[in-house]
């Protein structure tokens, strides 16, 4: 078993693999496990600057699969969650995202609460295609500050992504 483990992180390795990897990391970190997906799109575009906008729109549609992967396990987990139904915080929350309706989901950027936001939009059942637009645009926006952002701090790079250091 412990044969595949590197054979995998050789497949995922930057910048042979780099889109892949990019999309592959930014689809798991948008489901509910706690990961990020910043560093391996700044990594991959300091390593190749030409690749800036193919590596933010790869891991725009990953991240936005991942958030539409989120929706569903929601979706799904209907029934399991209608247990707290009545508590005066899932009250509140449920009232605010009826509200807004798939708009809340352009807040599926944000760090903690954007992962959890996509599966309570399928959990309530909002309209899949209309929370997936408004998550691409959310999470768009989001890799092209962050990554230009950390490219402006960091025009050097980082000692162990540029091997300067």
């Given at each position: ?78 029934q399991a969650v209608d247990q707290w139904r009545h508590s005066k ?16 989901c352009l807040l599926s950027w944000m760090p903690v609460i954007g ?51």
């Amino acid at each position: 078993m412990d044969t595949w483990i590197p054979h995998l992180l050789q497949l995922l390795a930057l910048p042979e693999f780099g889109l892949s990897t990019v999309f592959v990391v930014a689809f798991v970190s948008a489901t509910l496990l706690p990961m990020g997906s910043e560093p391996v799109v700044f990594g991959l575009v300091k390593l190749n600057p030409e690749l800036f906008w193919p590596a933010v729109l790869v891991a725009t549609v990953g991240n936005t699969l991942g958030g539409m992967a989120s929706w569903w396990m929601g979706y799904g987990a209907h029934q399991a969650v209608d247990q707290w139904r009545h508590s005066k915080t899932h009250v509140r929350a449920l009232d605010w995202l009826q509200r807004l309706g798939p708009k809340a989901c352009l807040l599926s950027w944000m760090p903690v609460i954007g992962d959890p936001l996509c599966a309570v939009a399928g959990w309530l059942r909002m309209p899949l295609w209309p929370c997936t637009a408004y998550m691409a645009v959310g999470k768009l926006a989001r890799y092209v500050l962050m990554t230009a952002g950390l490219l402006w701090v960091f025009p050097q790079g980082l000692p162990f992504i540029s091997g300067t250091g």
